[in-house]
């Protein structure tokens, strides 16, 4: 089941996130489109669903801001990169830090895996081979791409190789992510991200 994640006794994960000045409508736009790509790399490499997603929001004790699945359903539809994205209050910035911590957390879970294609990855493309070859690459980035097509619409400039890019990309972060202090690096990068 799930691992205890090591903390900083004085200091609780949900603590460490935390910022000097609220991000614009436009960045946290950014920040609600890559989180929820990668909620989708890491359903696409481990078959994780609603029902994982919603036990680690349980294990922080987060269900004041996702509840269930409904609720679970419609953050995610708030992406405006999503074909149905209407509808839906905008993300805020709590939602977000729940969701920072859910995806570390399932990426913690789920490290073994995400090292196991990272190793692959790295395998395949020294032998300048095409990585997709290998079984648990090939079928996460056909899970990746079909959902994200499924998901986005008709995306002209997402050709099949700039999905594969983008789910390789996806899976080297995750691993980044998987580390105990995860959440931290994630926090982060979305800010700085949602700057530029």
Request: with cysteine; proline share 3%.
């Amino acid at each position: 089941m799930y691992s205890t994640v090591q903390q900083s006794p004085s200091t609780s994960p949900w603590e460490e996130l935390s910022l000097q000045s609220s991000p614009s409508a436009g960045q946290l736009d950014n920040i609600k489109t890559h989180l929820d790509l990668l909620l989708l790399a890491l359903e696409s490499l481990s078959g994780i669903g609603s029902k994982e997603i919603l036990q680690a929001v349980a294990y922080f004790k987060l269900e004041s801001l996702i509840g269930d699945r409904v609720a679970l359903w419609r953050l995610r539809q708030s992406n405006p990169e999503r074909k149905s994205s209407g509808g839906r209050k905008k993300l805020d910035v709590e939602e977000a830090r729940a969701l920072v911590l859910v995806i570390c957390h399932l990426a913690h879970q789920e490290q073994e895996l995400i090292r196991r294609g990272i190793m692959l990855l790295e395998q395949m493309t020294a032998q300048e081979q095409d990585p997709c070859r290998v079984a648990l690459l090939g079928d996460y980035i056909d899970t990746f791409s079909n959902t994200y097509l499924e998901r986005r619409g008709n995306d002209e400039d997402m050709t099949p190789e700039a999905l594969k890019d983008l789910g390789f990309k996806l899976l080297i972060d995750l691993l980044f992510y998987s580390a105990v202090n995860g959440h931290r690096r994630l926090w982060l990068a979305l800010f700085d991200s949602a700057q530029g």
